[in-house]
């Protein structure tokens, strides 16, 4: 029923591509730009911050993860991202 849903507002294309696993380093090192946030939500039970801390690790980049599921957790993630969006050293 979901899926149905997505692939009349989104296209089938974009169902198939949401079925593969994404390359996050591809991503983030030729689609964002070091002032732009990237926020990742995933099915309940799954965390995608493994993902994340690796990539920022391999990279040498610093990383900052917030839990947004609360209004302290929202409060600190503008924070973060009005903090990082003001550098141009590629924080995460």
């Known amino acids: 029923m979901g899926s149905n849903f997505v692939a009349t507002v989104m296209g089938r294309d974009f169902v198939s591509a949401a079925e593969q696993e994404l390359d996050l380093a591809k991503i983030v090192n030729d ?3 070091s002032n732009t946030p990237v926020l990742l939500c995933s099915v309940p ?3 995608a911050c493994g993902r994340v801390n690796d990539l920022s690790a391999s990279q040498n980049k ?3 993860s917030i839990a947004i599921g609360s209004t302290e ?3 600190l993630a503008e924070k973060a991202i009005s903090s990082a969006s003001k550098t141009e ?3 995460y």
């Open 31 to 33: 689609e964002v730009k």
């Open 45 to 47: 039970g799954y965390d």
């Open 62 to 64: 610093q990383c900052t």
């Open 73 to 75: 957790g929202f409060n």
């Open 89 to 91: 050293d590629g924080s």
